[in-house]
């Protein structure tokens, strides 16, 4: 049952913030994305089977875990937009920032 590892969550989280503090590493920060997306969804097809109440807080709990590592790289892409930075203006994170709304000035 183990899709993701909780040393692999913790290292990937460690990436990210790190990333917050030093600038984003874009071709790292693609691969986190793009396992994150993998490993979330995997996850949701598994809390959809019928497990233990153990087995089913484990997985509720990598669930959040994967939430907040996807806002935190939203939050990179969103910086990197208001920055102008031209990796973000046409990239893999699309698919990912439509899960997270935004509202514009008008």
Known sequence: MEVL???RLHYLSRQVAQMHLKGV???QLAEIALETLVAKSE???IAKEERSEKERQKVRANLRRLT???KSIVSLYFMGKLRGERWASGSIFSSLVRRYPYETER
């Open 5 to 7: 590892s909780e040393d």
């Open 68 to 70: 907040e590592l996807e």
């Open 43 to 45: 996850l949701e097809r």
């Open 25 to 27: 590493n874009r071709r």
